[in-house]
């Protein structure tokens, strides 16, 4: 087995996917649609992060490619329902870095209130402004979060215990943390916030979420967070209302266009604007969460291999299942229409095979199913039941 990592994800990837016997091979920049078709065949894993977009096309022409690692939260870079249609699971790292985020942002909030960026920059200029206009405390300031789920949720909790008053609004039924307020309307909340942070998801309704209507909603000389996705904000139009005077900051972590690889340029209209943070993506970029992010998608992308775990999954269906204990395991994700498992028990039956344990989810179009019996089937069992009219395909473990 080969796995093919890109984006100089953490070695800790490497070393999990080296104790499985499986050959890495690394590269330090994302790959292009013609650069992941030519690369892909070969490899059994691919890792990325979200630089790089896999489209239906190169999952089309990977024909070798079993499973793909998104070493980040996201995985709209992924086209999720072709990965589905050709049987690649997809994994990623929902929890990993959601404290490198929350950290960030919550330094952001207090560098804008102080208005550190420009302080920083007239000393590098050699201009010595030692004045308090336009810095503020955060106690006691209003935090609006827009997405409250698990970097908004966590968000809210450090928020409070640095002394700001959080209220939130989300699209889910969820959960509040401490004294948070939910907000039915966004529209309440871009009045009553002094700060609004961004931390909604990728999906396509998503895109241009924030734009001139919103901002002018915002409360005056409040400021904005954008640590979710690039797409969701008009950078063009938070430009003209921080020249306005009607923001007093922003500070942007993810943008509509990033480079692929390091120390390409960057172009955006928020360039040079005082009170504006702007770093490249960074927002999960602590060696932390990199060692952890590595560890944990190569860990589920190794019990996919090993013995047919599809547990925190985003495309197939879920299954948690024990190690291997002397046992022959079936592997079997097919079309989820009525009678498959009842086909493959019958044969099982017939070949007089000891089915010791077997487990079943289904997810939209597909089903899988994992049997493990006491003993090898022949190939002809294998065959016939990897010849089954729904069969995606069936891998045995043992």
Known sequence: MKALLLESIHPSASEVFAAAGVEVETRPGALSEEELVASLPGFALLGIRSGTNLTVRALEEAPDLMA???????TNQIDLPAAARAGIAAFNAPYSNTR?????????????????????????????DKSAKGSHEIRGRV???????????????????????????????????GNAERVATMDELLA????????????????????DAQFRKMKPRSMLINAS???????????????????AGAALDVFPVEPKRQGEPFESPLRGLDNVILTPHVGGSTQEAQ????????????????????????????????????????????????????????????????VVAQYLSTLGEHGYVVTDVATPLPDKVIDQLAGLPETIWLRTHD
């Open 68 to 74: 793909v690692g998104a070493f980040c939260i996201g």
């Open 100 to 128: 490198s985020v929350v950290e960030l942002v919550i330094g952001e909030i207090i560098a804008l209130a102080r208005r550190l960026p420009e302080k920083n920059q007239r000393m590098h200029d050699g201009i010595w």
């Open 143 to 177: 935090l609006g979060i827009v997405g409250y789920g698990n970097i908004g949720s966590q968000l809210s909790v450090l928020a409070e215990a640095v002394g700001l008053r959080v209220i939130f609004h989300d699209t889910a039924d969820v959960l509040a943390h």
């Open 192 to 211: 009553r916030s002094d700060v609004v942070s961004l931390h909604v998801d990728g999906r396509p309704g998503n895109a241009g979420l924030f734009g």
């Open 229 to 247: 996705r690039g797409m969701v904000v008009d950078n063009q139009a938070l430009r003209e209302h921080i020249l306005s005077g009607h923001l």
């Open 291 to 354: 060692e952890e992010i590595g560890r944990f998608v190569s860990s589920k992308l190794v019990s996919f291999l090993n013995r047919g775990d599809t547990a925190l999954s985003v495309d197939l269906p879920e299954l948690s299942v024990p190690p291997l204990d002397g046992s022959f395991r079936l592997a079997h994700l097919h079309r989820n229409v009525p009678g498959v498992v009842a086909e493959i028990n019958r044969v099982l039956l017939e070949e007089g095979a000891n």
